[in-house]
């Protein structure tokens, strides 16, 4: 909670409450939204899997999402239970992916629905004209908004965002941004999800790993110059990856002046 309400001071549009893997935090992340929209002023968002779970199980937890008051959805697949680059077999009463996940929230009503973007192509997919697929065929059934996976080349993000405009498809992409507050902890998520790390970025970091002061420095410079970036291609909403920190975010922030046109999400 004191993370959120550092948060709250930058007014983000919303703020999003991770699912475990096979929903293993679902009354957790049920009792964390709760709190969040009782004690804070804050739009939230809870993230929703359907991984290992039937269509009856996961339609419970949207219809405990709705009780909750909770209007938002972040509709993904979610990792297989061995873990990323394990096959994903669906549940053989659940829900196939992401999006028909969309279908059914859209068929129950009454939610706005974000997915996932990979500006650097799905680990899985074959190529990016796949993965444009999906999520077109998300937008057609209800998303309105992509989150990307984070990135640290800008240009396989506006790629993307030209890629879309011209498939016709009707979905605000939103960058991803990952202030780094472990290097190392960043090499492992890229493994996993495939993003490229520019040898000039890891050599920012280098050394830096029991320098914390030092290391917060660079990482809010690094994430501050990338969506400075962005925004001069016409950027104008970020998604921040906190990983539960709101320090570097809360200076990132005031430092591009994110907060005061509420453009941070």
Known sequence: METIRRLEAIRPKFVSVTYGAGGSTRERTLATLRRIRAETSLNVAGHLTC????????????????????RHIVALRG???DGVGHRFDPHPEGYRNAADLVRGISAIGGFEISVAAYPEKHPESVSIEEDLAFMADKAEHGATRAISQFFFHNAFFLRLRDRIIAHGIAIDLVPGILPITSFARVCEFAARCGAHIPPALARRFE????????????????????VAALRREGVRHFHFYTLNR???VYAICRVLDLGAESEAA
């Open 51 to 70: 991984v290992g779970a039937s269509k009856p199980e996961v339609n419970a937890v949207i219809d405990d999402y709705a009780k909750s008051g909770v």
């Open 207 to 226: 050394g830096l790993d029991e320098d914390t002061e030092t290391r917060n420095l660079v990482a809010a410079m690094v994430a501050a110059e990338q």
């Open 79 to 81: 990792d297989p239970p």
């Open 246 to 248: 709101a320090d570097l």
